[in-house]
């Protein structure tokens, strides 16, 4: 079970997307172990590539990436500093009056960030919080203030907009650099870069960079193949009946490594060198049913995950999105990286 990870395709992806706001700075977010595939790997490589700004969810997260990077580089932490956090070498980007009072009490000289809410109501100060502290936060000299969009990745959805001009007006007048885009931000033209760009999914090289680079092959062994007559069923649930003599290799690997039991009986398909194999009956726990029959010769490994069939296709085949599926890969694969 080996996941191959192409670092020079991140690398591309995130030179592409810092080539698309050459105005600002770009970050790169490695939250969630970069997407699932490895954080110790991706971000010193973007680091070598020129990045010094990085983004985590949580203070653990950060401790963790904070050995694999110079002291140099900035991991910010987008939880902010909640209670009980070790915030030793990190950045909190801090949420509200609460964390930025805990903050300067507990960390007074520490480098921080603050992110306000322009609409996504999800984290951030409210304009009306911002305002009660937005002197004293200012006097201390966050590193950047920061906002979220909801909807970037619809460029029509009229919160891009709206969302643009409540963090103009809650930011004006500021002397702190600035950051709103994501990866869809990006996409969405020079109003939405300002001084620090944040792109996640996209270095990984899934929607919506629809010009991303592939990163993953992800290749899965076959342990046993066998002929199944007419009429004979497949797998769990006997959700897939043979019409004709097919053969069938089972393969080592299931939902819990990720993939995703909703693609079960969807059109999804394992490749040998670009020749499709239909995925038949369900996705189970450590193994997957695939119809190998036209094939003059069944290799050791076939691949879920190729060009053929990127990330984005099995989102689309189980019903969510890129994001879901990257971070839902298992920790039994083999990680190998080019
Ligand atoms: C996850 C996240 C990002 C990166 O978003 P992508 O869509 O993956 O590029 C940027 N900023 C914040 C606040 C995030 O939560």
């Given at each position: 079970m080996t996941l191959h990870i192409d670092l020079h395709a991140i690398v591309a992806n995130w030179q592409a997307l810092s080539a698309k706001a050459p105005g600002a700075r770009a970050a790169a977010v490695v939250k969630a172990d970069a997407y699932g595939l490895g954080a110790a790997t991706v971000a010193p490589a973007l680091y070598q590539a020129g990045a010094r700004d990085f983004f985590v969810a949580l203070a653990i997260e950060g401790q963790a990436l904070r050995p694999h990077l110079p002291d140099d580089a900035r991991i910010n932490v987008l939880?902010?500093?909640?209670?009980?956090?070790?915030?030793?070498g990190l950045v909190p980007v801090l949420n509200s009056p609460e964390q930025f009072f805990r903050d300067r009490a507990m960390r007074p000289g520490k480098p921080f960030a603050i992110q306000l809410d322009?609409?996504?109501?999800?984290?951030g100060m409210e304009a009306a919080e911002w305002s009660v502290i937005r002197a004293e936060a200012l006097a201390a000299m966050p590193d950047f203030i920061m906002s979220h969009l909801a909807?970037?990745?619809?460029?029509?959805?009229?919160a891009n907009a709206m969302q643009l001009a409540a963090f103009h007006a809650m930011t004006k007048g500021c002397d702190v650099p600035r950051s709103l885009a994501a990866t869809g931000g990006i996409l969405?033209?020079?109003?939405?870069?300002?001084d620090l760009v944040r792109p996640g999914i996209g270095l990984y090289g899934a929607?919506?960079?629809?010009d991303a680079r592939p990163v993953l092959r992800l290749s899965l062994p076959v342990i046993q193949t066998r002929l199944v007559q007419p009429g004979e069923f497949v797998g769990y649930g006997a959700t897939w009946t043979a019409d004709a003599p097919r053969r069938i290799a089972t393969v080592a690997a299931g939902y819990a490594d990720?993939?995703?039991?909703?693609?079960?009986?969807?059109g999804a398909s394992l490749y040998a060198a670009g020749t499709a194999c239909p995925l038949v009956g369900r996705v189970s726990m450590d193994l997957m049913t695939v119809?190998?029959?036209?094939?003059?010769d069944v290799p050791p490994e076939l691949d879920l995950i190729c060009p053929a069939q990127p990330v984005d296709r099995l989102a689309e085949l189980a019903g969510t999105i890129g994001y879901e599926i990257l971070t839902s890969l298992g920790h039994r694969y083999h990680r190998t990286w080019r």
């Open positions: 939880s902010g500093h909640m209670e009980g956090a070790d915030l030793t322009t609409g996504m109501n999800r984290l909807c970037a990745d619809e460029p029509d959805h009229p969405l033209g020079p109003d939405y870069h300002f929607l919506p960079f629809a990720g993939i995703l039991r909703s693609i079960s009986s969807k119809d190998v029959t036209d094939l003059a």
